[in-house]
């Protein structure tokens, strides 16, 4: 299964700032999602996000607080734009699919102070 | 829309103690469903995927059952280790993963 390299492990940041969150893959894949889970919580989709077009971001979730940039079949970021302490959660990005199940990274711990 | 209902929320045993918990699903057109064990501070980790009713997997002292409603992971004389969130996951069409709230496991020495 593929190896997945999460970065930051984990940011305390001002709100109305931006983060970065970047994965690296060991692989190459198709499919690259991104999920939030706030404190407490279990996993939410925020966006899938496919090499060579825009990502498809579930409901609730719009492109610009969170952007995200897919430039090649190994790497993706996502960035949390103009945070609030609302956006405090741990993000996790993972690939895979259904045949083969799905890898998740070891996630980016956010808090907006 | 697909739901996902685990239960319990949170269940402690004594270390030895076996016990099962429950993922009730609805989603048509089932291609997959998911479980992972995840510790605090970390990232889900995988371990079983089921595909059609009826289908049973093993490993260690964790055994994940599925029928056409719901799944079920049978844990056979945990240990301490075995303390974290385990969480269930379906998937359709789309690919994507649907999650349950999980169920906090604490075992006690």
């Known amino acids: 299964s593929a190896v997945i390299s999460q970065k930051p492990s984990r940011d305390i940041c001002q709100r109305g700032t931006s983060l970065t969150i970047q994965c690296q893959v060991d692989s190459q894949v198709t499919m690259m999602f991104w999920y939030r889970q706030q404190p407490g919580q279990s996993l939410t989709l925020i966006a899938t996000?496919?090499?060579?077009?825009?990502?498809?971001?579930e409901s609730g979730f719009v492109i610009d607080k969170f952007p995200i940039s897919r430039p090649n079949l190994t790497f993706s970021t996502l960035t949390v734009s103009n945070m609030s302490p609302e956006d405090s959660s741990i993000y996790l990005c993972?690939?895979?699919?259904?045949?083969?199940?799905?890898?998740f990274g070891s996630g980016t711990r956010l808090t907006v102070v | 829309e697909d739901q996902v209902t685990q239960s319990p929320e949170a269940l402690r045993l004594q270390e030895g103690e076996s016990s099962s918990l429950n993922c009730s699903y609805t989603?048509?057109?089932?291609?997959?469903l998911f479980w992972y064990r995840q510790d605090p501070g970390k990232g889900p980790e995988f371990l079983f995927t089921?595909?059609?009713a009826g289908e049973e997997k093993e490993k260690e002292r964790l055994k994940a059952t599925l029928t056409k409603k719901e799944s079920f992971l049978h844990i056979t004389a945990p240990k301490p280790e075995d303390s974290a969130t385990y969480l269930c996951a379906v998937t359709q069409g789309a690919q994507k993963l649907v999650f349950g709230q999980g169920t906090r496991l604490t075992i006690n020495p």
């Open positions: 989603v048509s057109g089932l291609r997959g």
């Open positions: 996000a496919n090499q060579g077009s825009e990502a498809t971001y």
């Open positions: 993972s690939v895979g699919e259904a045949n083969y199940g799905y890898t």
């Open positions: 089921l595909y059609s």
